[in-house]
Nanobody, 124 residues
Framework: QVQLVESGGGLVQAGGSLRLSCAAS????????MGWFRQAPGKEREFAAS????????YYGDSVKGRFTISRDNAKNTVYLEMNSLKPEDTAVYYC?????????????????WGQGTQVTVSS
């Protein structure tokens, strides 16, 4: 069992940066690959980024590639999403999630545990 709590969301101007954190409880955190998804109003939940259990491999969705960076600290049971060059279209609720399928898991049904989400709003 893994419980996830996101933080770090907020309001930022276009071109700005934010860093999201996802704190996990449970001794098995390091055995899970982790992902970040986002969901804008009226849209489906979209894959943003994922990272392997060791942190040695990462994978990004096309819409965030080159602007977002995912990382993790297993000693702190935390995964991060550094977001740069933010655009208004990045506005969404951002969720972290855990899976045992690996870093290439990009669909929501591959993920076993989810956080409650944190709102990111980018103004133009």
């Amino acid at each position: 069992q893994v419980q996830l709590v996101e933080s770090g969301g907020g309001l930022v101007q276009a071109g700005g940066s934010l860093r999201l954190s996802c704190a996990a409880s449970g001794r098995t955190f390091s055995s899970y690959a982790m992902g970040w998804f986002r969901q804008a109003p009226g849209k489906e939940r979209e894959f943003a980024a994922s990272i392997s259990w060791s942190g040695g491999a990462t994978y990004y969705g096309d819409s965030v590639k080159g602007r977002f960076t995912i990382s993790r600290d297993n000693a702190k049971n935390t995964v991060y999403l550094e977001m740069n060059s933010l655009k208004p279209e990045d506005t969404a609720v951002y969720y972290c999630a855990a899976n045992r399928w690996g870093v290439r898991a990009t669909s929501t049904d591959r993920y076993d545990y989810w956080g409650q989400g944190t709102q990111v709003t980018v103004s133009s």
